[in-house]
């Protein structure tokens, strides 16, 4: 009976000792996470937005140069447009007013401006109000967006695109925000948005507003909100394909006429000339925000 106790023993214990030897060679349980989990806030209470950047036009004449550049050139814009953008022909600022102009010359060619704010005014993370009254005419097509500055996840789409406010004039006053990554774009027809319509979108200003946090966009017009970008809906671990928005961005203002889109109904052919208005852009940011570490278990 003793020798028996004593073999169950030593049998038990060289159980443990090859259970234990395996459990050291199993690779630990690695638990992945998104890039984006852990940002801890309360959007709805960020009380400490500054002013970091802005263009109130106040001033006569050309565009502030310190403030914008302008990308120029003819050739579709991937989009199959039809404007050539210049640089000091089609925006000026007058009576405190921006104007963005699209003019089609007695050859039928367009000439348009497509403003922007890379390297002069780049952000990542903020908000960002642009005040503004749209063109009209069907084979118009303004915005109001963002593109990355320095491209780091790659090119287009890769790298991400944020659209504030873009119409488009067969489907007059109804505004559309959305965004592009490498899973959600337009090419592939998967890019997310929302729309709303706005009766007075090109009799009179309104706000068009975007709200950019370390996991999420808001779209607003005049302090309403009708549309929000959170990738955690869509997918369990938001990836770099799905969310590109950690890299800073400049703000982008332009007219184009025709393509894809702007022309999915023709363009009028009576059109010779739109323009969009501008009453300020405003930028902000809070320190709340930029100085968010994730929190992570």
């Not at 067969?170 to 997310?192: F, L, V």
């Amino acid at each position: 009976m003793k020798k028996t106790v004593i073999a169950l023993c030593v049998l038990l214990f060289t159980s443990l000792l090859i259970a234990c030897d395996k459990k050291e060679d199993e690779p630990p349980i690695v638990v992945e996470r998104s890039k984006i989990e852990g940002y801890i806030y309360d959007k709805e209470n960020i009380t400490d937005y500054a002013l970091v950047w802005s263009d109130e036009f106040d001033y006569e004449g050309l565009p502030d140069d310190d403030k914008w550049g302008y990308d120029v050139g003819g050739h579709g814009w991937g989009n199959n447009e039809l404007q050539n953008y210049t640089s000091d022909q089609n925006a000026f600022v007058k009576d405190g007013i921006l104007t963005i102009e699209a003019i089609k010359d007695e050859k039928g060619s367009w000439t348009s401006a497509r403003m922007v704010t890379r390297n002069k005014g780049d952000w990542k993370w903020g908000k960002i109000e642009v005040r503004a009254k749209l063109p009209t005419g069907r084979g118009t097509w303004p915005a109001i967006w963002m593109l990355p500055t320095d491209w780091q996840y790659g090119s287009w789409p890769n790298s991400g695109e944020i659209d504030i406010m873009e119409h488009v004039g067969y489907d007059q006053n109804r505004i559309h925000a959305s965004i592009h990554t490498q899973a959600y774009n337009h090419k592939i027809g998967t890019q997310k948005g929302g729309s709303k319509v706005i009766p007075t979108a090109s009799e009179a200003f309104h706000t068009y507003t975007v709200e950019w946090f370390p996991d999420l966009i808001i779209f607003s017009i005049d302090n309403e909100v009708y549309y929000t970008y959170n990738p955690f809906n869509l997918v369990d671990i938001p990836k770099n394909r799905h969310w590109p928005f950690d890299r800073r961005f400049h703000l982008l203002l332009n007219i184009a006429i025709g393509g894809d889109w702007g022309a999915a109904q023709g363009i009028d052919p009576e059109l010779n000339y739109a323009k969009m208005e501008i009453d300020f852009v405003r930028v902000y940011q809070s320190p709340t925000i930029q100085n968010l570490v994730r929190e992570i278990d």
